[in-house]
């Protein structure tokens, strides 16, 4: 099965696929709150990101306020996977054709945004934020939450990649 790319992905409009991005980015943020949970400094960068954006340390940053940047990130997330998505889709389909299926939307692109997306997600927080905004945090524990970072950003990943396929053959 192919999937045509061009106002639509796989059958969905393009404005209703980004919609749907965001809220599988809202669902791999709160898939992730499991490990972030489980880990001695899980939330360390919804803390510390919410304290960037407020101007204020990551002390003094209230668990509410993190959790909700956190999952608002997940969101904005999914739109940038969606946008990732259509743009590497463009370009597959211009140079080999729309290719494989999965689920409702084209493989080669859709594990390209998604590797693209958690990448930058890990890599924004554990490389900008946390060493500018988190300097007493960076300075005592910087490589336990990388690597905490690092397995929860796996998690939010491998969420993203099964559910928009599987979201999109839904609709």
Known sequence: MTVPL???VGGTPVVRFALLAAVCGLLGALVMDVPMANQEHGFTPAYVAAGTLRRVGAEEVSFE?????HHVTGGVAGLLYAAAYLAFGLASAAL???GVALGGVAAFPHVLATLL???FVYGFF???VL???GRRIYEERATAVRGQWLRST???GIVLGVSVPAATTLL
């Open 117 to 119: 997306v958690s990448g």
């Open 131 to 133: 060493p500018r905004a």
């Open 126 to 128: 554990a490389h900008l």
């Open 65 to 69: 306020s993190a959790f909700v940047f």
């Open 154 to 156: 796996v998690v939010f």
């Open 6 to 8: 061009a106002l639509v």
């Open 96 to 98: 080999a054709g729309p």
